[in-house]
């Protein structure tokens, strides 16, 4: 575990220098209203990887409901026990109905649930969890993610990679440096197809998966911000019900 974190720390360092154009940093942090909403084609990703062989008959699934239209993902309450327990009750206590996405960075997250305080909470009065990480599940372009705070510590607040697919999130540089720290080979796959934020893992909670509705999410990845990032119009979450799948 500490040599994938020092690889993660690397892998932050190449993202930043390689993956984050000067007109990708300018179109997250410039306010006003995109003049067309552009499709984002992602492909299909054939992978053993559990984000992607879900979701199946029974699993516990999200359906939300935005002003922007809905989305659906699966959750992974065996590998975040502690996220999914935490944003179900949440969402079925009516937690995150009515409330507006707060930071959306385009062409990387969308992000939500932080409530009144602007901090977030938790069914433990409030009491933080400490990130579930694993290999199984990966920050993955789709994949439904509770922030961690300063301290490493997760709440309510919860966010969805809206990373491109391939390359144009994963670079070849990100690739050879995950092939030569050992990563299994298909995770990397997985990345180099999905798209990603590889140097993210391990370092807070992922819990599910959006399977679909993604244009959703690409779509409000493209409103207006202003220089703290927040959209210049209300996003709103009409809902999220937790729903069983069939």
Excluded at 20 to 48: F, H, M, W, Y
């Amino acid at each position: 575990m500490r040599a994938l974190k020092k690889i993660m720390a690397a892998l932050a360092l190449t993202a930043v220098l390689a993956g984050c154009s000067a007109d990708n940093i300018l179109s997250s942090i410039q306010g006003g209203k995109a003049d067309t909403v552009q499709t984002v084609s992602r492909p299909a990703v054939e992978s053993a990887e559990l984000q992607f062989t879900h979701p199946a008959a029974g699993d516990t699934i999200a359906v939300f409901d935005t002003s922007a239209g809905v989305f659906k993902a699966v959750l992974f309450s065996t590998e975040a026990p502690q996220a999914v327990q935490n944003f179900t009750t949440l969402a079925q206590q009516g937690f995150y109905n009515g409330l507006t996405v707060t930071r959306v960075e385009k062409d990387f997250v969308v992000e939500a649930g932080q409530g009144a305080d602007g901090r977030g909470t938790t069914i433990w009065n409030g009491n933080r969890f400490s990130a579930e990480t694993t290999d199984k599940l990966h920050h993955y372009s789709g994949a439904l993610c509770a922030a961690a705070d300063a301290s490493g510590d997760c709440a309510s607040v919860f966010y969805v990679m809206e990373t491109l697919p391939g390359s144009s999130s994963v670079t070849q540089e990100l690739i050879d440096q995950m092939n030569a720290a050992g990563w299994r080979a298909d995770v990397v796959s997985a990345y180099q197809t999905a798209g990603g934020a590889p140097y993210l893992d391990y370092t807070d909670t992922v819990f599910g998966q959006v399977y679909e509705g993604m244009e959703v999410v690409d779509t409000i990845a493209q409103t207006g911000v202003d220089e703290a990032q927040r959209p210049t119009e209300a996003v709103t979450i009409n809902s999220v019900s937790i729903e069983t799948y069939q």
